[in-house]
């Protein structure tokens, strides 16, 4: 495991080596280290410092990677991200000025204290589908997903700790990410919950390949918790044909930042109408930004849900930093709100 001080660069033979047969997530950790350009992403607006490794010998390090066959590692997805980012590392120290296609790194906090290190790929920044990206909300929500699983189950059933997912089911939990873009949360989620947890991540279909993509890219931290992550396309502006039954249906529907037309916050809560079982245990938790132009679709999104039968067990509101760049050159602030939502009655 590598660690880094402010003050002190690692010198390159500090880093994992080809020979020893790294793991894909130890790789692009390095990889991420050895960006020249790294952009803001997190809870604190602090910018990070000058290079974590001293430059000598760097070139020869990202040349070793790829050139290597990796066969060690699991997945040709995990094989293929390794390899772009050397090759980007390499771009960077050739002077080339655009920012290329990058996998990043997204530590998350698990239940009892451990972390969890996820891997995500994200296209060009030139593409412009938002789903291509992944937003502040996502982040925040991700990094909140353990406390919903801190307290003793038993309690579930007294309803004295309301925002708690898990319940005395006997069947593993299944969870449904609508609008997952990236994936960030889902795929947390599947960190989180470990214990044959599955997750289902949906978004539009020209999301999903990407998001597929990025479940391949954390089949070895999945397959180390005990969870599955699958995906596929959930358009919210199409009904299903058939309604779903109870098994087909979820114990908890998760979505960052769903919320930017007019037409939005209806098709989202019809969604999760179809979606959501009508049990006690089952929960909606969401995160969104207060950004003031959807403020009005934030406030239909709250009428909606109570409408359907919803009701807040929990809510909150924090501020994060987005990876965007401010018009003067700072990391953008953003104030998000969270909220868990359990059925008012399920008689
Ligand atoms: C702002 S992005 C947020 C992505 C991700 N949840 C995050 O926070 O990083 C909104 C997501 O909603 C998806 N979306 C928009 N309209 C949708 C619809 N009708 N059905 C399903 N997904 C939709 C977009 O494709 C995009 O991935």
């Known amino acids: 495991m590598i660690s880094t001080t402010d003050d002190e660069p690692l010198h390159v033979l500090d880093l994992p080596q080809i020979h020893e047969k790294p793991s894909g997530t130890d790789l692009l950790k390095v990889l991420a280290l050895l ?8 809870t604190s607006a602090k910018l990070p410092k000058g290079p974590a490794v001293q430059p000598a010998g760097v070139t020869r390090y990202l040349t070793s990677i790829i050139s290597s066959p990796l066969s060690w590692l699991d997945t040709e997805e995990l094989r293929e991200a390794v390899w772009d980012n050397a090759s980007a590392r390499l771009s960077e120290r050739s002077g080339r000025a655009a920012m290329p296609a990058m996998s990043r790194i997204f530590e998350i906090p698990g239940s009892s204290g451990e972390s969890h290190t996820l891997t995500l790929h994200e296209p060009s920044l030139t593409a412009d589908n938002l789903g291509m990206k992944t937003w502040v909300s ?3 929500l991700a990094r909140r997903l353990h406390s919903i699983f801190e307290s003793p189950p038993e309690l579930v059933e007294t309803g004295t700790t309301p925002n ?56 070895e931290l ?23 039954t109870a098994e087909d249906q979820f114990d908890v529907v998760l979505a960052a930042d769903p919320l930017y ?6 098709w989202l809560v019809q969604t999760i109408g179809f979606w959501l079982r009508r049990k006690k245990h089952a929960r909606v938790v969401v995160e969104m930004p207060l950004r003031g132009p959807y403020l009005p679709q934030v406030r239909e999104f709250r009428e909606r849900m109570t409408e359907l039968g919803l009701s807040i067990v929990d809510e909150g509101e924090e501020v994060g930093y987005d990876d965007w760049e401010g018009a003067d050159g700072d990391v953008l602030e953003v104030k998000c709100w969270w909220s868990i939502w359990g059925w008012s009655n399920t008689a």
């Open 261 to 266: 037309s007019p037409s939005h916050p209806a």
């Open 35 to 42: 960006t020249l350009q790294p952009r803001a992403f997190g």
């Open 222 to 244: 999945l397959r180390g918790v005990g969870s599955t992550a699958t995906t596929g396309i959930l358009d919210w502006s199409v009904a299903p044909t058939l309604t779903p």
């Open 164 to 219: 708690v997912v898990s319940s005395k089911n006997e069947s593993p939990l299944r969870a449904l990410e609508l609008g997952a873009g990236t994936g960030l949360v889902g795929l947390a989620f599947a960190a989180v919950a470990g214990k044959s947890a599955t997750v289902h991540l949906t978004d539009l279909p020209e999301i999903v390949p990407n998001l597929a993509h990025n479940a391949a890219l954390n089949v």
């Open 138 to 140: 996502s982040y925040l």
